[in-house]
């Protein structure tokens, strides 16, 4: 306790020592360029414009000479020598001329020029905080040069010298960039342009990257602003409190001032972004500051009702200092609507909006996650088992160096911390000299550093941590959340390993966050990661009804696009009204374009498309379009008997039969269509295009069944035992087979927890229902779905698995049937089994199978045995009618007396009359009703009998869902009852 109560001392004591230092520090920008960028004179121009001190490391060396310093004595023996002066000399001529400074800010032109005189100043005066990289090609600035020395008669400026000059550079200095670049500390400015272009970028790059927040009073802002500070590594500006501290008021007089003011000290703040929280309050103020800064990176626009506001002040208490009275806040409201419309109209226009609604019902760490999502880079995590090393360092290198991905070591950076003797590296070299693990925080805090640092690296690769799922939970917390876990296990691993409940591998498949990949390759991994295009290629011969097909599709969740209708809204766009000239004809490139701009300029990553209407029939047009936009994720071929086609053929020309010359048209097409998909073989043999055929010559209906079965999701329920646990066991099971896996009453708890609409409204509508068999799983039990309201929990499994479904066929659920567990009477009478089952039905999709594991004895027929627990109940009496004028689907009339007078309390109606189900009033056990309504196969066997290799629950379930998916069940409905023995 002693240890922990020091070490947490300790911590405190840093970071009150930090702090103090930010008080202090200075903004040093390092400048470094190859010869001929003109670093020299932008740092001047810099200078003179925005007040930086101006460090040139040869000017520093001249006036130490000049004034005769000891140190310009040692620096003028090297130079008159003819040697490099060394590090140490240079760092401390360096230092020497920083403590002189007594502005805020200043500018070191042509340094580090290595990595070890980088390293060196580190060590002595603490972290770099941004280093401005001047590029452009070595041929430009050759040609540059050579002009310069040609204009100024520089007989010492020959290209075999400034060929040396760039060769110094490329092996001293570049190395220093681009170490410093994997921590986030540089940022490149393009100087192959005019100089006054590179100038603005410069400007750009050396100030920091601002978000700005705007938004009613009391509507989530401020706590939006200071979650995105924390998460992002930013420095929070209230807008309110920063001019109060210059003393002014907020008016639209003062608007200019306060813009003018702000952008001044952003070129004097080190920190390398910002979050100002209520800027702009005025539009001349963000006119000004357009004018004068680069642009914001966003402007987050938090739209919030007045009772929303209400609500939130309401919760502040009366008795804290930001309370408004509901009549002045009210009158706030109306007038930041009023007097942000033109702010509101400019940010749109420029591209810099974004509009976050926290309308009534969210809750502010799910307005937080929405705008966090802007600016959170992808960060995808990779791990490696034994000899899969070589898959998981080919995957690295590859993103690495081919596609703008930054590696993220911990413990690599934990070193160089330590190393560099920055605040961190202090506390990991106590750590490591008292033989103390690093924390996970310190961990944590090092990437989060890294990954929201000045460069802004957008995509992150993980690797060496975090290992534990505590590691995870912190991470995720302090940086936002993993994309995706990528998994390599070794080559010699013919089965996925199995992982523990408590592993990361687990968690994250759980959340469909997982990928198990045995080699690597890039379209594999945009697949995976679900950013990959998704899209169906119809192909057929003529008239086959590809484009019926297409509509059929679209009937199953896809977005169609329509040729024709699209040709003609590009006509009127190249062709307005007021045009002059000759009309634009629209061309296939034309058309080409406008698809590449919507499909890869989707919001929805999961919107998946069909065509009707694109050339199918030219292999030209096919390859563009996979060339512009990728393969398709499902490649669809139609069949159609020739007879059918040449009927078809015959209708179309209105004549009885086909001619001579007609026939040969019709072969000639479909020559064309067999030499198109001769051209398209690749695709039939490619993993990640799912090949399906489409017979089209039988009635619509029969078409339309083909297509519902290749696209519509089959589920699969799970039944079983409270204490046969199977979620760990499915999670491994989904790593292996290619089917998605739920558990009903986690997905129900990480939408309640997660407090979102859904969430809200299931919490709402949560009637704890006594069951026979409760879970010793608190959670399973409290977030049972028989708690809570039907319609809402079917919407909600809708959802995930609209969002977890990656083209899966197969789904299998975990804990949707529950009715059988109901121990009231008066529970009973809600929902009967066989409505649950027709509820999921309507709802999810069609059920192929119901596995029912059990420990109770298996009773009945050899075909058909059930279990003893389930009750079977009587027909209902064949007497029983109905009025005459009632509705088919309304119960009979409740006896008005309700109980007995004799005092026995009776249900109002029996429930075994009780005419609301499609079961036409006969209840069955599930067995029962499943095998008349879907014609199922139905088992019933041990345990042993279904794998005799194990008679575990892993095995057992293996073995079944092999048996659904692509076994001897596989094309037919099935009911399977698994009895396990009484002490398993």
């Keep these: 306790v002693h240890g922990i109560l020091n070490l947490q001392t300790r911590k405190r004591f840093m970071l009150k020592k930090i702090e103090e230092e930010k008080?202090?520090?200075?903004?040093?920008?390092?400048?470094?360029?190859?010869?001929?960028?003109?670093?020299?004179?932008?740092?001047?121009?810099?200078?003179?414009?925005?007040?930086?001190?101006h460090i040139s490391i040869g000017e520093v060396f001249r006036n130490e000479i000049a004034n005769g310093t000891q140190l310009g004595s040692r620096i003028k023996g090297y130079v008159t020598g003819g040697k490099l002066v060394p590090d140490d000399v240079v760092i401390?001529?360096?230092?020497?001329?920083?403590?002189?400074?007594?502005?805020?800010?200043?500018?070191?032109?042509?340094?580090?020029?290595?990595?070890?005189?980088?390293?060196?100043l580190e060590t002595a005066i603490g972290e770099i905080d941004l280093i401005i990289s001047l590029v452009a090609p070595e041929d430009v600035l050759l040609k540059r040069l050579l002009k310069r020395a040609e204009i100024e008669k520089r007989a010492d400026d020959t290209e075999e010298k400034i060929n040396k000059r760039f060769a110094d550079y490329r092996e001293k200095t570049l190395p220093a960039l681009l170490y410093y670049s994997r921590l986030g500390k540089v940022r490149q400015v393009d100087s192959s342009g005019a100089i006054p272009n590179a100038y603005q970028y410069i400007v750009k790059a050396i100030v920091p990257e601002t978000v700005m927040v705007i938004g009613p009073k009391s509507g989530g802002k401020t706590a939006v602003s200071k979650s995105l500070a924390v998460r992002g590594n930013m420095k929070y500006i209230n807008f309110r409190e920063y001019a109060a501290s210059k003393g002014l008021a907020i008016s639209k007089e003062n608007s200019e001032l306060l813009a003018r003011q702000l952008i001044k000290d952003m070129h004097t703040d080190y920190n390398a972004k910002w979050v100002i929280d209520g800027f702009p309050t005025h539009p001349a103020q963000l006119h000004y500051y357009l004018a004068n800064a680069p642009p914001p990176a966003?402007?987050?626009?938090?739209?919030?009702?007045?009772?929303?506001?209400?609500?939130?002040?309401?919760?502040?208490?009366?008795k804290h200092h930001d309370y408004t009275r509901p009549a002045d806040l009210c009158k706030k409201i109306k007038e930041f609507y009023e007097g942000s419309k033109e702010i509101i109209s400019l940010c749109t226009s420029k591209g810099l909006l974004y509009e976050i609604d926290n309308s009534e019902g969210k809750e502010l760490n799910e307005v937080f996650e929405l705008a966090n999502d802007v600016f959170h880079p992808e960060i995808l995590l990779v791990r490696a088992h034994g000899a899969g090393d070589a898959a998981m360092s080919e995957m690295v290198k590859n993103l690495t160096t081919q596609h703008d991905y930054v590696e993220l070591n911990a413990r690599f950076l934990c070193n160089e911390e330590k190393m560099r003797k920055t605040n961190i590296g202090k506390q990991i070299a106590h750590y490591v000299s008292n033989h103390i693990d690093i924390p996970a925080e310190l961990l944590v805090e090092i990437l989060q550093k890294t990954i929201y640092s000045a460069s802004g690296h957008k995509r992150i690769i993980l690797s060496g941590f975090p290992e534990k799922i505590e590691d995870l939970q912190i991470f995720e917390r302090a940086c936002g959340k993993i994309a995706k876990g990528f998994f390599f296990p070794a080559p010699s691993e013919t089965r996925r390993p199995f992982?523990?409940?408590?592993?990361?591998?687990?968690?994250?498949?759980?959340?469909?966050?997982?990928?198990?990949?045995?080699?690597?390759?890039?379209?594999?991994?945009?697949?995976?990661?679900?950013?990959?295009?998704?899209?169906?290629?119809?192909?057929?011969?003529?008239?086959?009804?590809?484009?019926?097909?297409?509509?059929?599709?679209?009937?199953?969740g896809f977005t169609l696009i329509e040729i024709e209708p699209l040709k003609e809204e590009l006509t009127k766009r190249l062709n307005p009204e007021n045009a002059t000239g000759d009309p634009v004809v629209v061309t296939f490139e034309h058309v080409l374009e406008e698809i590449k701009k919507r499909l890869l300029g989707r919001k929805d990553k999961k919107e998946r498309f069909v065509f009707d209407g694109f050339p199918m029939d030219k292999a030209d047009a096919i390859k563009k379009l996979m060339n512009t936009i990728g393969s398709p994720t499902h490649y669809i071929e139609i069949s159609c008997e020739q007879k059918e086609l040449i009927k078809r053929h015959a209708k179309k020309s209105e004549v009885p039969s086909l001619n001579e010359e007609q026939l040969k048209e019709f072969e000639k097409a479909l020559e064309t269509f067999t030499s198109i998909k001769k051209e398209l073989s690749a695709l039939e043999g490619n993993a990640l295009v799912h090949h399906h055929s489409i017979k089209t010559d039988g009635p619509e209906e029969k078409t339309q069944k083909q297509i519902k079965l290749i696209f519509d999701p089959k589920i699969v329920l799970l039944k079983r035992d409270h204490e046969m646990q199977c979620d760990t066991i499915l999670t491994n099971l989904s790593f292996r087979s290619d089917f998605l896996y739920l558990n009903a009453s986690r997905v129900i708890q990480e939408e309640i927890e997660k407090k979102s609409l859904l969430g809200i409204e299931l919490w709402r509508t949560r009637k704890i229902k006594e069951l026979i068999t409760a879970s010793k799983d608190v959670g399973e039990y409290m977030f049972c779905p028989i708690h809570y309201d039907s319609k809402t929990v079917m919407q909600l499994m809708k959802k995930a698995i609209q969002v977890s479904r990656n083209n899966q066929q197969v789904i299998i659920i975990d804990g949707l049937l529950n009715t059988h567990r109901l121990k009231n009477w008066e529970d009973k009478q809600e929902i009967r089994p066989i409505d649950e089952l027709l509820i999921i039905e309507k709802q999810l999709g069609e059920i192929i199978s119901i596995i029912n594991l059990t420990k109770e004895e298996l009773d009945g027929t050899e075909d058909e045995r059930v279990p003893k627990h389930i009750t079977i109940h009587k027909a209902?009496?064949?007497?029983?009618?109905?009025?005459?004028?009632?509705?088919?689907?309304?119960?009979?009339?409740?006896?008005?007396?309700?109980?007995?007078?004799?005092?026995?309390?009776?249900?109002?109606?029996?429930?075994?009359?009780?005419l609301w189900t499609a079961s036409a009033g006969k209840p069955r056990s599930f067995g029962q009703f499943f095998a008349g309504w879907k014609k199922t196969v139905s088992k019933s066997m041990t345990c042993s009998e279904v794998n005799p290799e194990g008679s575990t629950v892993d095995y057992v379930l293996e073995s079944l869902i092999g048996m659904i998916t692509v076994g001897d069940l596989a094309q037919a409905s099935s009911y399977l009852q698994v009895q396990f023995p009484q002490q398993y």
Excluded: W
Excluded at 23 to 52: H, I, N, R, S
Excluded at 298 to 318: D, F, H, M, Q, S
């Design 23 to 53: 008080e202090t520090k200075k903004k040093v920008v390092f400048l470094l360029a190859p010869p001929g960028c003109g670093k020299g004179a932008q740092a001047k121009k810099l200078a003179v414009d925005y007040g930086y001190t």
């Design 92 to 120: 401390e001529a360096l230092i020497s001329e920083l403590s002189k400074i007594k502005g805020k800010s200043c500018l070191v032109d042509g340094f580090p020029r290595s990595l070890p005189q980088a390293q060196l």
């Design 298 to 318: 966003k402007v987050l626009y938090i739209k919030a009702t007045e009772a929303r506001c209400l609500k939130y002040n309401e919760a502040l208490g009366e």
């Design 499 to 556: 992982y523990s409940n408590e592993s990361i591998e687990t968690i994250l498949h759980r959340q469909n966050r997982l990928v198990f990949l045995k080699e690597f390759s890039y379209e594999c991994m945009e697949h995976y990661k679900g950013t990959q295009l998704q899209y169906a290629l119809i192909i057929g011969p003529p008239l086959s009804g590809k484009g019926s097909v297409a509509k059929k599709i679209e009937k199953c």
């Design 876 to 914: 209902v009496p064949e007497k029983i009618e109905k009025p005459k004028d009632a509705n088919p689907d309304d119960p009979p009339a409740a006896s008005d007396k309700g109980a007995n007078e004799g005092g026995d309390a009776k249900p109002l109606f029996n429930p075994e009359k009780f």
